[in-house]
């Protein structure tokens, strides 16, 4: 497969180490760039879930190939998220052309662009990390159970769907924490004179104009790697939202059998997991 020029890449919510991670998904998508820069946008690793028990070589080979691309001339920013928030101690290292950073501001054909993960502005984040913690793990136990009934439904010939985006979208207290988010994180960016402003964090992806009395600003969010499989790419000038869609690559990406036998693969991760 050619690969595609781009000049920035952002990806978001990967958490790798986690059942929902889709890494070959991934490795299909990177594979298929050749970016400038590629902006890791929070919660790449996931270290709040990891267990010695469930990290497959897809997972490695994810870090692997960040590590190739920034080898072969790719700048790449990790901006740290609260699911790897131990990396912050880590903060403004740099190995290579590889950075490890809290935030980042870059200027994009003269228009500034503030890129941070986001959890900054989760409350639930800040005062019950263990709360948090608690919910990840429900989160995960969703992703899990979700992909066994998408595999019976592609048995069946039928549409797969979400059960967390169904539950999500039904619950108007989640929907208004979006909202919500994308307010605060566009005023704060409309208030110091960004243009855009970049995040991770929510699993929504996005790319909205917001406007308030003082001005306006592009709101963009990169989505994630479990449910929605988007990134962001800035080329030329214009921002695109990419949707990854299996058809689009010549590798198959998981065939039902391989999907099986890693669900069989993550019911004995769990059962490890809840003896330890």
């Not at 267990?51 to 790719?74: M, Q």
């Not at 992703?143 to 169904?166: A, G, P, T």
Request: charged share 30%; proline share 1%.
């Amino acid at each position: 497969m050619k690969k595609r020029k781009v000049d920035l890449v952002v990806i978001s919510d990967v958490h790798l180490g986690t059942f929902g991670c889709h890494a070959k998904e991934l490795l299909l998508y990177l594979d298929s760039i050749k970016p400038k820069k590629l902006i890791l946008n929070g919660d790449i690793v996931d270290i709040w879930q990891f267990r010695k028990s469930y990290f497959p070589k897809s997972h490695l080979e994810v870090i692997k190939k960040v590590i190739d691309l920034s080898a072969k001339g790719t700048e790449v920013f990790y901006i740290t998220g609260n699911h790897d928030d131990l990396l912050r101690k880590f903060t403004d290292v740099k190995m290579g052309k590889i950075s490890v950073l809290d935030k980042l501001v870059l200027e994009l054909d003269g228009k500034k662009a503030w890129f941070f993960h986001g959890d900054v502005f989760d409350a639930s984040i800040q005062n019950a990390k263990w709360l948090a913690k608690l919910g990840g793990w429900g989160y995960d136990i969703l992703i899990l159970i979700n992909r066994f009934v998408n595999w019976c439904l592609i048995k069946m010939k039928r549409e797969k769907f979400s059960l967390s985006k169904k539950i999500k979208n039904s619950v108007k207290k989640a929907i208004k924490h979006i909202q919500d988010f994308e307010k605060v994180a566009s005023d704060l960016a409309i208030e110091n004179n960004y243009k855009y402003v970049i995040c991770g964090h929510i699993h929504q992806p996005q790319i909205v104009r917001k406007v308030n009395k003082f001005g306006t600003c592009l709101y963009l969010n990169s989505g994630d790697w479990v449910e929605n499989l988007t990134s962001l790419e800035y080329h030329k000038g214009k921002w695109n939202l990419e949707h990854f869609q299996k058809e689009n690559y010549e590798k198959e990406v998981v065939s039902t059998e391989e999907d099986l036998s890693e669900i069989q693969n993550l019911v004995a991760a769990i059962t490890i997991t809840s003896k330890q």
